[in-house]
């Protein structure tokens, strides 16, 4: 079935929440770039300042580090040996790594690696070759970011919210698109073809496993796959830790409860008020990706 794949990447992504202190310690080591703008948005080519506030109310990187093997160590130690995952077929090869900061309180760990040929020729099951893997990495990459993205004494660690597999295949040019659809369903048979009109080199399939089937894994299907996939991890993170200190902050509500001081009650009034804020301000942003994404982002 997958004989005529001559590689396949997969695109490991780890979103995290952290605290809103959580910076790396000192300088900005090198290496590190600070993101201006919204490049991780297929974004249509606005250039209205009256929409300035609110394109920076979006989620969006602050802060990213990108490279390849060498940001995954810390201080200068050896790379961990689940995140350089080897399975039957072989190692997997580093292609690109990258730590970001987002302005919703959440990071975002994504590893491209490139797989052992071994892995595409000798199953059908790409899947379940590659997944287990990826999932081995949580605890180290937990290890990682907090190393790289320490939190203040008495704040939250960084926490690793979970793992995702994502496929970039590539196939000839001449590859046509019914063959290119059925690569991608066995990669991905629970998903749903999104793939935007006039787009003529690849296929878009989403599912719990995503897979772009691309001539170059440059091209733009393959890009917006990888840009749109991180945005969705992060908003998903995002949500999940509003949630969750909402319905903390929920449960300490006793109406029936007496004998609360005023100044305890003004205290718990403004932690609410915050986090109402936070919660606002969140979904205006998240709300307006969708409006502001070109058409083949807006498919996806």
Known sequence: MLKDVPSVRVLAYFPCQLSGQARPEGEVPAGWSRTVGLHDLALQPYGQRLLDELLGSMPRPTMEINGGPEILRVAGEEVEATLLPTTAAGAWQVVSARISLWNVDCGLLCVTYHLPDGIVGGTDDVVAEVAPPVQRMVPAVTRLLRAVLPAPDGADEVFVLWANTTFAVRVDPDCDPARRRAIAAVFTPDSVDCTPDGIR????????????????????????????????????????????????????????????????????????????????????????????????GGTV
């Open 201 to 296: 080199d690849g296929v878009l399939w989403v599912g719990s496993h995503t897979t772009a089937v691309v001539s170059d894994f440059g091209s733009r299907p393959a890009v917006l796959l990888a840009r749109l996939t991180g945005v969705h991890h992060v908003c998903w993170a995002a949500a999940l830790r509003y949630d969750a200190v909402l319905s903390a902050e929920l449960w300490q509500i006793d109406p029936g409860r007496g004998g609360l001081s005023m100044s305890a009650l003004e205290d718990q009034a403004k932690r609410i008020l915050s986090g109402y804020h936070r919660i606002r301000l969140f979904r205006l942003g998240y709300s307006s990706v969708e409006a502001h994404l070109d058409a083949a």
